[in-house]
């Protein structure tokens, strides 16, 4: 028997068959009919209903209604682009994929709009990243942004609302239109990004407008030129007062403008910023921050009219004559840097042709000497009876004065190549365990101050002796340190013995090659100690000289200490130390004495004439005790080992410069 309610719902059912007779359901509605949009469907996986996308496009696809009004009044923009979406690298997701919040369509009332972007792409991440096809290895980038995003500022809770982030994924991408890699939509994202940015950070967006890089986005439309990403990164967005931020920005400006960041580290400032320390000039200390203009707008802060001032931020008594340095000068540009081209030049020859010369001198004569030990020839110490005379060749103050020289030397070498090898971890690692570039470059300066003030001890003592002998000195013989033309003479002799064409030279008491060492050092003060005092105090140069001398002086100051730094710890190494009839050491400059054998191999002449002089027995002494032969011992092997560390972190640094 029907009761009442079944008799209603029948002829309720009977009256919607012949209205969907009388009145076809519109395409969408028929299709869920069918059984393709049934919106009452659930997925299995997750339990959450299935929307079709088709079904939340007949309203929000519409492009008559792109707007609605919430209930206080609130317009909101509604409408997405079914082309976008579906072009987008979201196309195949459901809407309510990402709008996990929507339950059922039509809304009951206006939803509350979240989306778990950084949720959604980790899960997927996690389910696919051991796929073998690589299909979703896009996603791992992604993945890698948002830990990115994760420690930058946007990620902060706002100071205005803390219930809230600073900007979350959907504040900057237009989550319907998120572009795969090359298409149109990337681009057009690209040229929207200063605006979109803008919408926060309004004071930047105006002055970006005025910009050389602003006009060329907003205006001419180029996407090619700088926006608010390119130097700020994407995702790991810091306080632009920060050192992250200041060396992303100077980083970044080089993927542009990669010949002025060349130059950029070549200088001083580029040089301790690749250190990764910010107290020196970046990019936009010196052409500005988001007002970037050429050098010909009079409103620039590189134009002419501006640039001392600039300069000045830094430089607190700068003069004009610091207008004439070359910013980005380049010594490989002889059209525009003519005097900097000839000085690289120069440098470069003279350090190509003494280490090349010295270099074939010190294989000639290990070859010579390897070849006479295998046939019983020169200098071999007897192991079993050693000298127990000594001539004394060195007086104590030239001990003590070669000591503090080299370890000078090696510091100055040590702190000077950090700067020249920035590039490097060994370099970044120095300039941590000193403290920073300030200690660094403080450690240097006294190393040079005291560098010098033992040149002219030397120089005064050395003047003293003679000034004391001049009445018996002779100025060209054989005590004297001036080249002479014997040691002309002497120098094509040991080529020759070199190529067993005649006998081992015989020499007085110095050697071509010693005094070679010894001059080098002239060279060396010049070219190192003057170019060191300009750098050293750059607005005091500046008050007498043009602002480009120091582009040429720290060409030159690099350079030579290059020359010396290898020639010391390589050929005067092996002078001294590594010929085999000294190897694996000579203590002489430390125990002041030479086994009287080695003295007449070595210095015959010097030994003959006096003895012919009956001078011998004054230098003569007792063999060094076992203590002075110990202690000389250890600091010239810890000397040797120190020098051949910092030669081998030169040559590393050498072969690893960048282009």
Not at 598 to 608: A, I, T
Request: glycine share 6%; charged share 20%.
């Amino acid at each position: 028997m029907n009761t009442m309610p079944s008799r209603i719902a029948a002829m309720f059912y009977a009256c919607l068959c012949a209205a969907s007779c009388l009145f076809p359901l519109p395409p969408a509605c028929a299709a869920e009919a069918d059984g393709e949009l049934m919106i009452h469907n659930f997925d299995p996986a997750t339990g959450k209903r299935i929307i079709p996308n088709e079904r939340c496009l007949t309203c929000h696809g519409d492009e008559k209604e792109t707007t609605d009004v919430r209930d206080d009044g609130t317009t909101v923009n509604i409408f997405v682009h079914r082309e976008q979406i579906e072009a987008s690298v979201h196309g195949e997701l459901r809407c309510n994929s990402c709008h996990t919040t929507i339950s059922r369509v039509p809304h009951r009332e206006a939803p509350e709009v979240i989306v778990g972007c950084v949720e959604c792409h980790r899960s997927t991440w996690e389910k696919h990243k051991n796929d073998p096809s690589g299909a979703h290895e896009r996603l791992k980038v992604v993945i890698e942004q948002i830990d990115s995003f994760m420690g930058s500022v946007h990620a902060q809770p706002s100071k205005l609302d803390e219930s809230r982030t600073n900007a979350t994924c959907y504040d900057c991408h237009d989550a319907h239109n998120v572009g795969k890699l090359g298409t149109q939509q990337r681009e057009e994202n690209r040229l929207k990004n200063p605006e979109l940015c803008g919408r926060c950070h309004e004071k930047q967006l105006n002055e970006y407008r005025t910009s050389d890089h602003g006009k060329a986005v907003l205006e001419k439309k180029d996407s090619k030129a700088a926006v608010c990403s390119d130097c700020h990164t994407t995702h790991a967005i810091t306080s632009p007062e920060g050192d992250a931020a200041k060396k992303a920005i100077t980083r970044n400006c080089g993927d542009c403008h990669e010949d002025a960041q060349r130059t950029y580290f070549a200088s001083y400032h580029g040089q301790v910023h690749r250190l990764g320390y910010t107290n020196t000039a970046k990019c936009h200390d010196c052409h500005g921050g988001h007002e970037i203009k050429g050098k010909d707008d009079p409103t620039s802060e590189i134009h002419a009219n501006n640039r001392l001032e600039n300069c000045r931020n830094c430089h607190t008594d700068a003069n004009e004559n610091f207008l004439s340095f070359w910013p980005h000068g380049d010594a490989d540009d002889a059209e525009n840097y003519p005097a900097l081209w000839a000085a690289k030049v120069f440098m470069q020859a003279l350090i190509y042709g003494v280490i090349a010369f010295f270099w074939v001198h010190v294989l000639l004569w290990l070859y010579r000497e390897v070849m006479d030990r295998i046939q019983g020839k020169g200098f071999i110490e007897d192991r079993d009876r050693p000298d127990i005379v000594y001539f004394r060749r060195f007086p104590v103050v030239w001990r003590w004065i070669h000591g503090l020289f080299a370890l000078a030397t090696m510091t100055l070498i040590l702190t000077g190549t950090t700067l020249l090898f920035s590039h490097t971890a060994w370099a970044k690692a120095v300039v941590d365990f000193l403290g920073g570039p300030q200690v660094e470059g403080l450690v240097h300066r006294t190393a040079a101050v005291l560098w010098l003030s033992i040149f002219v001890a030397h120089l005064v003592i050395a003047l003293t002796n003679i000034w004391r002998k001049r009445k018996t000195f002779e100025w060209f013989g054989g005590t004297s340190m001036l080249p002479n033309w014997k040691d002309w003479d002497d120098l094509r002799g040991m080529f020759k013995w070199f190529l067993g064409r005649g006998p081992r030279p015989e020499f007085c008491h110095w050697t071509y090659w010693q005094k070679f060492d010894y001059w080098a050092p002239f060279w060396g003060t010049a070219v190192i100690g003057s170019s060191g005092i300009i750098l050293f105090a750059p607005e005091a140069t500046a008050a007498i000289l043009p602002g480009w001398v120091f582009n040429i002086a720290t060409l030159v100051h690099a350079e030579e200490a290059l020359l010396a730094a290898i020639f010391l710890n390589s050929v005067h190494f092996f002078n001294v130390h590594f010929r085999p009839e000294r190897f694996p050491m000579s203590t002489t400059i430390f125990t002041g004495v030479i086994p009287i054998e080695e003295f007449k191999h070595d210095h015959r002449l010097e030994y003959e004439r006096l003895v012919a002089a009956g001078e011998l027995e004054k230098h003569l002494v007792k063999r060094p005790s076992r203590r002075v032969d110990l202690a000389s011992s250890f600091i010239t092997s810890v000397l040797i080992m120190a020098g051949l560390a910092l030669l081998t972190l030169v040559l590393i640094g050498l072969t690893t410069m960048p282009d």
